[in-house]
């Protein structure tokens, strides 16, 4: 008896504890909020105040705003949050360099919201989904004892919580990886291109970046990141390492050293580019067979499967049942 109540009372003690880290978070959110309001409405009072210096009506100025201002506020306040937690000790615990490399490599627009969204939202799930969890077992003894049925729960939510802002990213940073993969073929038939008319590295990097983002998404937006770190004064092998090492594909790897070597020593690079276009498009090839050899084999299997039953039926019901009748008739004699 005296160790059921020590058990009730260290799990209402763990309980209250949990709800009090709750309504601390809640009155930190709360917090940033009014201050987001407020900012808003200082904001709304100097946008008055210029309307009416340059004659524009003052209704206009002081009307709501629409849904874009209203997801960029939201916005705002998630990453105020998030750089507030993403400081100290905390911050290097919620978003260690493994996932700050991962975020970088999400192709992000606003590198510094996304770090602070991830914080803001790894924070909100790890504290959410354990209380989630031990509210929805409840009273209920799903393993040994309850004690047992709660702490597990509360595992399973604080894992689930810290994992899945990870997933996320993992998810997309794969996704741009296909992504990337499947446009090399085309940055090299460009590249192939505007060296052929003349233009030296710079300015087929740059033509590629202004003119081709649209039909290069990944590829586009890292050579664009590269350039920015090269006109800063980054060389051409340090600006070129986010997309050498951050993709995992051996041919984006060395299209990349080769605009290095050429941008370093220079020389002819038409011929190589041509050579290394024929083997990755070979290389495609072979992906290809091997993916649709892959798909005729699980076709078997469905084949197997589905129309081997019926197959059986047509073939060798009429002697089953000729079968059957005999033996009938036998019994019957």
């Known amino acids: 008896m005296d160790g059921m109540v020590a058990a009730m009372q260290g799990n209402l003690a763990l309980a209250g504890a949990m709800g009090f880290l709750a309504l601390a978070l809640l009155s930190l959110a709360v917090g940033l909020a009014l201050r987001a309001a407020r900012q808003d409405r200082n904001r709304r009072v100097v946008d008055r105040a210029l309307a009416a210096r340059e004659g524009r009506r003052v209704e206009q100025a002081a009307g709501m705003p629409d849904a874009a201002g209203r997801i960029e ?7 105020s949050m998030g750089d507030r937690l993403e400081q100290g000790r905390m911050g290097d615990a919620l978003l260690p360099d493994e996932d700050r490399k991962l975020v970088d490599l999400c192709g992000f627009a606003n590198i510094v919201r996304a770090r602070a969204v991830f914080v803001l939202a790894r924070t909100v799930l790890t504290v959410a989904l354990p209380i989630a969890a031990w509210l929805a077992v409840g009273e209920r003894v799903l393993l040994v004892s309850g004690g047992l049925t709660k702490g597990v729960a509360l595992f399973v939510g604080l ?30 038939d460009l590249l192939r291109l505007l060296q052929g008319v003349g233009l030296s590295t710079d300015q087929s990097l740059h033509v590629i970046v202004t003119e081709f983002q649209r039909v290069l998404p990944v590829l586009g937006h890292e050579l664009r990141v590269a350039n920015e770190q090269y006109a800063r004064g980054r060389t051409r092998e340090q600006s070129l390492g986010r ?19 050429v941008d370093r020593h220079g020389g002819a690079v038409q011929e190589p580019l041509t050579r290394f276009s024929e083997r990755v498009r070979e290389r495609r090839k072979l992906d290809l067979r091997e993916k649709v050899a892959r798909i005729t084999v699980k076709m078997t299997g469905v084949m197997v499967v589905t129309l081997l039953p019926a197959l059986l039926i047509v073939t060798g019901g009429a002697g089953l049942l000729a079968v059957m009748r005999g033996l009938a008739r036998v019994a019957g004699g």
């Open 73 to 79: 506020a939201v916005k705002a306040m998630a990453q």
């Open 243 to 261: 997309l050498m090492n951050g993709f995992d594909n051996d041919d984006l790897n060395a299209i990349c050293r080769l605009i290095i070597q």
């Open 159 to 188: 894992a689930l919580g810290w994992m899945l802002p990870k997933w996320a990213l993992l998810r997309r940073a794969g996704e741009r990886r296909r992504l990337a993969v499947a446009e090399l073929p085309l940055l090299i």
